[in-house]
């Protein structure tokens, strides 16, 4: 009978971890906290725990109009700028997975230069772009941007997943009389769930948390999404700390819980992309 042994690792690893783990969630439990705080307490011991717990903060910012609008706005931008994104991005993944043809690796580098450009490099261009379009002040002018600067990702991790699928199944399909236009939407799209829900939940709180676009774009205050809405709400009430910090933690838990609960799902997409 053997002994199963369990090393505990090495301490310097661990202190590392819990100095990252510390450094990220600091901030994030400081505005929680300092939500449930007076700005007297605030001001008396800016880093001690509520005493008394103060309600009044975050049931104020639950009951503004403002603060659900701006979450409404950038729920909807966020949903379209990941179907889209999604949507095109298996379109494009999928000849670069399944078909051999001239040109395709060079095409792919292109695709795989873009993660190298963020959005913020090309934010004047874009800026004149959707103003000639006339889509300023709309959420289109926004999410179709935010789609096509998350295509490069989206086409990274799925030309390997749609690549690993047996083509066995392509073949049989063809046999049975399916056109490749019928394969890719009958069969191809809903084996590669996985895939589309990683690309789908990156694109998705990439967009909630964006900010320097909506910024350009969205100048109508009933238009604007929910960081644009922070920022507003932290210039008019600067004196009103908890309250900016409670509607601050409120804006960030949609993003986090949502990423949190689609964590596992995400893994294990990405491990199907690796694989293949």
Known sequence: MT???????????????????????????????GGFRSNAQL??????????????????VLTSGSFWRYAL???VIAIVTTAVGS??????????ARYRF???EALFGIFTLGLLFPITVAIIPLFLMVRDLQLDNSFWGVALPQAAFALPLTIVILRPFLAALPTEIEEAALIDGATRVGFFWRILLPLSGPGLVTVGVLAFVASWNAY????????????????????????????????????????MIPALVFFLVMERRIVNGLQGAVKG
């Open 73 to 75: 706005n950038s729920t």
């Open 102 to 104: 001239r040109g395709r």
């Open 87 to 96: 949507l095109f991005g298996v379109m494009a993944a999928y000849p670069l």
């Open 3 to 33: 002994r199963r042994t369990f090393s505990g690792g090495n301490p310097a690893v661990y202190a590392i971890a819990l100095v990252v783990v510390a450094v990220t969630l600091g901030p994030v439990i400081y505005a929680v906290l």
């Open 212 to 251: 320097l676009l909506p910024l350009l774009i969205l100048n109508d205050p009933v238009a604007k999404t929910l960081p644009l809405g922070v920022a507003d709400f932290s210039t008019e009430h600067a004196a009103d700390t908890a309250g900016v910090l409670a509607f601050t933690s409120l804006a």
């Open 43 to 60: 001001a008396s011991d800016p880093v001690g725990m509520p005493d008394p717990w103060v309600w009044s903060n975050y049931a104020g």
